[in-house]
């Protein structure tokens, strides 16, 4: 009995050592805002995030066949989906609109591409009457089909913004300075996972004071979900989130909650935010951790909601900023030049059927909590399991379900950042090349809206058509090998009177070659034509303007074949069932090494090489037509290293060129998260060595850890003991990364590594 009260009296003033470690290190705040508790074993512990409230979020299974479906409906075991449950408001007037639109868009696309398949036909030697040449014909009218779209979604979007007024428009639903609806609550969740933590918070701290600012902080609260696994991170980001808080007297609003197990990504870090506290909420703004909101964006959203309750998803138009390498710069003045048009074309295609991206979006949570969960995919293989792409599933559901997915696609304030080199972004490529072709299994379920289905077949073609078009150059020189190499056939079918004489039509090629670069290049024209009538200052001027985007179009072409031939490896690895490593993409601005560069486009060099070799050797004159190609595959080495480069890319701005408007006169959002981020990069970080060795990123780290099982029990205080004497035997500098995290998890082993590494320091300053 003696004992067990020795032992709790020791527990207690530990607990009460660890606390004033805790309030002197890191601030009477602590303290004054109920931040630092007890727990049922008299233990310290931080709260981080509010009282949990739960709400069911239970997904629906899929049944992709609809051979499937079909045999459960006769036998009777066919079940309507929640969706098909729900009664169907009348149908607004936007929808018979979009109807109109889309059949339009898809007149106006077959009739372009039957017009240029014939063309094509002309072309070819024997006008299609061959077996090579029919499949040169498919592949080139699912090429051109998919060049026809994209040219009439940014001519529309041309004229959209030319002309400045939407009748449809989400944003025009509401008059500007409405205020926010008394009662609402909206919280802004942003999911991280092993990112730089400096800048995650930089930009959170940043939309958090703008909205402030905008005078409605008391509208929304701010959660930080983490999945992180790497303990270096997870140390740097309980000590982030407490300066955070002290700094803008965020305790009680700004919330933190790392996950211990890692089920579904991202989207199921969503999901548990939905069934902890989604119930609270009305509606939910998802972040990426390198986006950053103006607080009047935020608000203006929220009132949008608010005023269009049909309104399941709004998504604004992110720009990107905030990176200095000079692919980044052309990627980001690429986006912000042209992207608008695109943007603005989806909108006058879809309407209220659009796309969510995944991020930088404001989401009504009742019917996102009761439809949008997601089920694995049955079966087994690559394209089974979680579901990888989850924004474009979300937002089928949300419109199954009858609620409106819009695009504000004229919202300012909503920024985001891009990839810093090539070789990063095909990373986050491939990624993305894996989850759209998994989303492809969805294409067929049951109550899905024709324009989602549209929106999973679009989202397999922008990687489907890397293969397509590599396909089509091979067989292209396969031909001129056959017509090189072979005698010429003249009877070509069976019972042929009169024979067919190969016949080239170089004119024809030119015009057919003239009218594809047009559709490709034209958008590019019509998005500098509308800068320069709304005014080009923030571009260096209509010169400097100009001059980027003819640069731009040269570094486009030469990157659009490597881009091909990575595309095509990451189609393959997808159906050969190979790995893809998910994790977190850069946000600095990383340099690409010549190892990494040999090492990565090393093949791609060598078949230009052998490819340009082929060609002259069959027919020399068809060397004219390669030259993008085979330019593209011999510089792609040099290109990846150069581009990559920051000097580079900061002295094109100094000139003039690549400039965009965020960064000639940056939002103060912009500017603040920049600030931000030096001072905390400028900061050393805590590791995990740290919450071992130092007393307050010690006390810290126990106060935050979550594995809180009351001591005494044999087997718990057993396994304790064995984690204890493999670190102290091992040394925790030599641990894998898994039992640093089991020793981050739980406090008490946490206390016990602490003692055993500071005895025999002790020891030596007592000697």
Same mark, same amino acid.
């Given at each position: 009995?003696? /004992?067990?009260?020795?032992?709790?009296?020791?527990?207690?003033?530990?607990?009460?050592?660890?606390?004033?470690? $805790?309030?002197?290190?890191?601030?009477?705040?602590?303290?004054?805002?109920?931040?630092?508790? *007890?727990?049922?074993?008299?233990?310290?512990?931080?709260?981080?995030?509010? /009282?949990?409230?739960?709400?069911?979020?239970?997904?629906?299974?899929?049944?992709?066949? =609809?051979?499937?479906?079909?045999?459960?409906?006769?036998?009777?075991?066919?079940?309507?989906?929640?969706?098909?449950?729900?009664?169907?408001?009348?149908?607004?007037?936007?929808?018979?609109?979009?109807?109109?639109?889309?059949?339009?868009?898809?007149?106006?696309?077959?009739?372009?591409?039957?017009?240029?398949?014939?063309?094509?036909?002309?072309?070819?030697?024997?006008?299609?009457?061959?077996?090579?040449?029919?499949?040169?014909?498919?592949?080139?009218?699912?090429?051109?089909?998919?060049?026809?779209?994209?040219?009439?979604?940014?001519?529309?979007?041309?004229?959209?913004?030319?002309?400045?007024?939407?009748?449809?428009?989400? #944003?025009?639903?509401?008059?500007?300075?409405?205020?926010?609806?008394?009662?609402?609550?909206?919280?802004?969740?942003?999911?991280?996972?092993?990112?730089?933590?400096?800048?995650?918070?930089?930009?959170?701290?940043?939309?958090?004071?703008?909205? /402030?600012?905008?005078?409605?902080?008391?509208?929304?609260?701010?959660?930080?979900?983490?999945?992180?696994?790497?303990?270096?991170?997870?140390?740097?980001?309980?000590?982030?989130?407490?300066?955070?808080?002290?700094?803008?007297?965020?305790?009680?609003?700004?919330?933190?909650?790392?996950?211990? @197990?890692?089920?579904?990504?991202? #989207?199921?870090?969503?999901?548990?935010?939905? *069934?902890?506290?989604?119930?609270?909420?009305?509606?939910?703004?998802?972040?990426?951790? %390198?986006?950053?909101?103006?607080?009047?964006?935020?608000?203006?959203?929220?009132?949008?909601?608010?005023?269009? =309750?049909?309104?399941?998803?709004?998504?604004?138009?992110?720009?990107?900023?905030?990176?200095?390498?000079?692919?980044? *710069?052309?990627?980001?003045?690429?986006?912000?030049?042209?992207?608008?048009?695109?943007?603005?074309?989806?909108?006058?295609?879809?309407?209220?059927?659009?796309?969510?991206?995944?991020?930088?979006?404001?989401?009504?949570?009742?019917?996102?909590?009761?439809?949008?969960?997601?089920?694995?995919?049955?079966?087994?293989?690559?394209?089974?399991?979680?579901?990888?792409?989850?924004?474009?599933?979300?937002?089928?559901?949300?419109?199954?379900?009858?609620?409106?997915?819009?695009?504000?696609? %004229?919202?300012?304030?909503?920024?985001?950042?891009?990839?810093?080199?090539?070789?990063?972004?095909?990373?986050?490529?491939?990624?993305?090349?894996?989850?759209?072709?998994?989303?492809?299994?969805?294409?067929?379920?049951?109550?899905?809206?024709?324009?989602?289905?549209?929106?999973?077949?679009?989202?397999?073609?922008?990687? $489907?058509?890397?293969?397509?078009?590599?396909?089509?150059?091979?067989? #292209?020189?396969?031909?001129?090998?056959?017509?090189?190499?072979?005698?010429?056939?003249?009877?070509?079918?069976?019972?042929?009177?009169?024979?067919?004489?190969?016949?080239?039509?170089?004119?024809?090629?030119?015009?057919?070659?003239?009218?594809?670069?047009?559709?490709?290049?034209?958008?590019?024209?019509?998005?500098?034509?509308?800068?320069?009538?709304?005014?080009?200052?923030?571009?260096?001027?209509?010169?400097?303007?100009?001059?980027?985007?003819?640069?731009?179009?040269?570094?486009?072409?030469?990157?659009?074949?490597?881009?091909?031939?990575?595309?095509?490896?990451?189609?393959?690895? /997808?159906?050969?069932?190979?790995?893809?490593?998910?994790? #977190?993409?850069?946000?600095?601005?990383?340099?690409?090494?010549? @190892?990494?560069?040999?090492?990565?486009?090393?093949?791609?060099?060598?078949?230009?090489?052998?490819?340009?070799?082929?060609?002259?050797?069959?027919?020399?004159?068809?060397?004219?037509?390669?030259?993008?190609?085979?330019?593209?595959?011999?510089?792609?080495?040099?290109?990846?290293?150069?581009?990559?480069?920051?000097?580079?890319?900061?002295?094109?701005?100094?000139?003039?060129?690549?400039?965009?408007?965020?960064?000639?006169?940056?939002?103060?959002?912009?500017?603040?998260?920049?600030?931000?981020?030096?001072?905390?990069?400028?900061?050393?970080?805590?590791?995990?060595?740290?919450?071992?060795?130092?007393?307050?990123?010690?006390?810290?780290?126990?106060?935050?850890?979550?594995?809180?099982?009351?001591?005494?029990?044999?087997?718990?205080?057993?396994? @304790?003991?064995?984690?204890?004497?493999?670190?102290?035997?091992?040394?925790?500098?030599?641990?894998?990364?898994?039992?640093?995290?089991? $020793? $981050? %998890?739980?406090?008490?082993?946490?206390?016990?590594?602490? *003692?055993?590494?500071?005895?025999?320091?002790?020891?030596?300053?007592?000697?």
């Amino acid at each position: 009995m003696s /004992a067990a009260i020795d032992e709790d009296a020791l527990r207690a003033g530990e607990a009460d050592a660890q606390e004033r470690t $805790l309030l002197e290190a890191y601030g009477p705040e602590l303290d004054e805002y109920g931040v630092v508790r *007890r727990d049922e074993a008299g233990r310290v512990c931080v709260q981080t995030a509010p /009282a949990i409230k739960r709400s069911s979020m239970v997904p629906e299974p899929w049944v992709t066949n =609809p051979f499937v479906r079909g045999w459960r409906r006769v036998q009777g075991r066919m079940h309507k989906t929640r969706a098909e449950r729900l009664a169907r408001p009348p149908e607004p007037r936007w929808k018979i609109a979009g109807r109109l639109r889309r059949l339009t868009l898809l007149v106006a696309v077959v009739a372009q591409t039957a017009v240029a398949t014939w063309y094509m036909k002309a072309v070819l030697p024997y006008q299609g009457g061959q077996i090579l040449e029919v499949a040169i014909l498919l592949l080139f009218a699912l090429l051109f089909c998919w060049v026809s779209a994209g040219f009439w979604t940014a001519l529309m979007g041309f004229l959209q913004l030319l002309m400045g007024r939407d009748r449809y428009s989400i #944003s025009a639903t509401v008059a500007e300075g409405v205020p926010i609806s008394a009662g609402t609550r909206t919280a802004l969740v942003m999911p991280i996972c092993n990112e730089d933590v400096g800048r995650v918070f930089a930009g959170l701290r940043a939309t958090y004071e703008s909205v /402030a600012r905008a005078g409605v902080l008391d509208k929304f609260d701010f959660f930080i979900l983490s999945d992180s696994y790497k303990p270096d991170n997870c140390v740097q980001e309980q000590r982030a989130w407490v300066e955070l808080c002290k700094t803008v007297e965020g305790f009680g609003r700004i919330h933190y909650r790392r996950r211990r @197990r890692r089920v579904k990504r991202k #989207s199921g870090n969503i999901d548990d935010f939905c *069934r902890r506290w989604g119930g609270e909420y009305d509606y939910m703004v998802v972040l990426d951790a %390198d986006s950053v909101m103006s607080g009047e964006c935020l608000k203006r959203l929220v009132v949008l909601m608010d005023a269009n =309750p049909e309104a399941g998803i709004i998504q604004s138009a992110p720009r990107a900023s905030g990176m200095d390498s000079l692919y980044a *710069r052309v990627q980001q003045f690429a986006t912000r030049v042209y992207g608008p048009l695109f943007t603005a074309g989806l909108h006058f295609w879809q309407l209220g059927e659009s796309h969510y991206w995944g991020h930088n979006a404001i989401i009504r949570l009742e019917p996102f909590i009761q439809h949008c969960a997601l089920a694995p995919l049955p079966g087994k293989g690559s394209f089974a399991g979680a579901i990888l792409s989850h924004d474009f599933v979300e937002a089928a559901l949300m419109r199954r379900a009858g609620w409106g997915v819009w695009i504000a696609y %004229d919202l300012p304030g909503s920024y985001e950042e891009l990839p810093p080199n090539l070789l990063d972004e095909l990373q986050r490529d491939q990624r993305w090349c894996q989850g759209n072709l998994m989303n492809f299994r969805l294409f067929l379920i049951k109550g899905l809206h024709p324009v989602h289905r549209a929106v999973f077949l679009t989202g397999v073609m922008s990687y $489907l058509s890397a293969p397509l078009w590599f396909l089509f150059l091979a067989l #292209s020189t396969a031909l001129l090998a056959v017509h090189t190499l072979t005698e010429p056939q003249y009877f070509v079918t069976p019972h042929q009177l009169f024979p067919i004489w190969p016949q080239w039509h170089p004119e024809e090629a030119i015009a057919l070659f003239s009218t594809t670069a047009v559709l490709l290049f034209l958008p590019k024209i019509l998005s500098v034509l509308l800068v320069w009538v709304k005014g080009a200052q923030g571009y260096a001027g209509s010169g400097k303007l100009l001059w980027s985007m003819l640069l731009e179009v040269l570094f486009s072409m030469l990157l659009a074949p490597i881009r091909m031939l990575f595309h095509t490896r990451f189609v393959v690895a /997808a159906f050969l069932g190979w790995k893809v490593q998910w994790k #977190s993409p850069a946000r600095a601005n990383n340099e690409t090494p010549w @190892r990494e560069a040999f090492r990565r486009h090393g093949l791609q060099t060598l078949l230009g090489v052998c490819w340009g070799l082929l060609v002259a050797w069959l027919n020399p004159n068809f060397l004219w037509w390669m030259i993008p190609i085979l330019a593209s595959l011999l510089l792609a080495i040099p290109l990846s290293v150069m581009s990559s480069r920051v000097s580079l890319g900061k002295g094109a701005f100094e000139d003039g060129l690549f400039c965009i408007p965020e960064e000639t006169s940056p939002p103060r959002e912009l500017h603040d998260t920049a600030r931000y981020n030096e001072e905390n990069q400028a900061r050393p970080a805590p590791g995990f060595m740290d919450a071992l060795t130092d007393p307050a990123a010690n006390a810290l780290a126990r106060a935050f850890a979550t594995g809180r099982h009351l001591p005494g029990h044999p087997l718990i205080e057993a396994a @304790r003991a064995r984690l204890v004497d493999e670190v102290l035997e091992k040394h925790p500098e030599h641990l894998p990364d898994p039992t640093r995290m089991r $020793l $981050l %998890d739980d406090p008490e082993v946490l206390a016990r590594v602490h *003692r055993a590494l500071a005895r025999p320091a002790a020891q030596v300053r007592a000697a």
